[in-house]
């Protein structure tokens, strides 16, 4: 079975709630790869701020015609495009290009695709997420509330860009609305210094957090590891690193207790898997970053057990950019795959 083409198409989908004054849309391009024998798989690729058009070109001038006529075999293929892309950069673009080839390619798959993954669970917890910086202190209290409402077992809100103090009440806010029993994570976007991180994490603490996210520059490995040597709070990485080596560099540096590998922004399913199978070498969780129509059918078979995050509003479902069901069912803190072959994720 070989490549015959590759299609590629931008769609502007508007946020239900905004991710801030400057992103009120995310960018969502899809792909099918069609094969000679008349089988067609469906990827997609996502940016949630800039580069939708420089994705889709990158997949119409450099992907699709170096994929026509290669085997449609995920793993063999990715490599040999991503050293061919690799000089228009390691990661970015050519990674979130290579995504939608990559995914289209593993909806081949006659089987469901955590089972062609080789499932290890049939249910994973789902944990709420909030883009929710810009929220006033009752529309955070709120939103964590109607979390506890749907019995999620985990929560997590954004934090830096204000004193510490700040972030100290509006947290604290949060635990109380969610009760002690929730798990409580905390994201600071890289808004912090190494000092600064010190200091909030030091002061948050008290409140039970369960992982800090991104409190530094995503690239600064040193201060990653400085860090997690001084605070006893596990300190999670990955949303911003591109590629398996970047990833093996903060593992083997004992940066991170915890790695969160965006499954378009690594390239696709191929290398996510990849990371996943060496964190698991260092005994770290994965914990598959946004997306959860996709992302949860990876936890399903992920070695470590994982979480999937859902942020409010902001999944493919409720955003109501898919043809027919969803792949994956919500419902009581737990998401659960259905019965579907490749993905089972359709665009309109």
């Known amino acids: 079975m070989k490549i ?56 119409e001038h450099e992907v699709a015609p170096a994929a026509r006529g290669l085997p449609a075999a995920p793993g063999a293929i990715w490599d040999r495009l991503w050293g061919r892309l690799r000089e228009a950069g390691a990661g970015g673009v050519t990674t979130l290009a290579l995504a ?132 006893d709070v596990p300190i999670a990485v990955g949303e911003n690193l591109y590629t398996t080596y970047r990833f093996r560099d903060f593992l083997a540096a004992g940066a991170c207790d915890v790695v969160q590998p965006n499954v378009v922004r690594v390239g696709g399913i191929t290398p996510f898997m990849r990371i996943a199978e060496l964190a698991h070498a260092y005994d770290v969780p994965v914990m598959p970053h946004l997306l959860p129509e996709l992302s949860g059918q990876l936890a399903c078979a992920l070695p470590l057990p994982a979480m999937v995050e859902d942020v409010e509003d902001a999944s493919f479902t409720a955003l109501g950019v898919l043809t027919g069901p969803s792949p994956v069912a919500v419902a009581g803190g737990l998401l659960r795959v259905g019965e579907h072959r490749g993905h089972g994720l359709r665009f309109a």
């Open 100 to 231: 939608a080839l990559d995914i289209a390619l593993w909806d081949l798959e006659e089987r469901g695709l955590a089972d062609a993954l080789g499932r290890r669970r049939d249910t994973v917890p789902v944990y709420g997420s909030g883009v929710n910086r810009h929220y006033e202190l009752d529309a955070l209290v709120a939103q964590a509330r109607r979390w506890a409402a749907a019995a999620l077992p985990a929560v997590k809100v954004k934090v830096g860009g204000r004193p510490i103090s700040e972030d100290f009440e509006r947290v604290s806010a949060v635990r109380d609305a969610i009760g002690p029993g929730a798990e409580l994570m905390v994201d600071a976007n890289q808004l912090w210094d190494l000092p600064t991180a010190r200091r909030a994490i030091a002061a948050l603490a008290p409140l039970g957090l369960h992982w800090v996210e991104e409190p530094l520059p995503a690239d600064d490995l040193q201060a990653h590891v400085s860090l997690r040597a001084a605070v």
């Open 4 to 59: 015959v083409d590759l299609r590629a198409r931008l769609r502007r989908v508007p946020l239900a709630r905004p991710w801030g004054v400057d992103i009120t849309e995310h960018s969502l391009i899809v792909s099918e790869v069609l094969t000679d024998d008349w089988r067609v798989g469906i990827g997609f690729t996502w940016t949630p701020r800039i580069g939708g058009e420089a994705i889709l070109a990158m997949l």
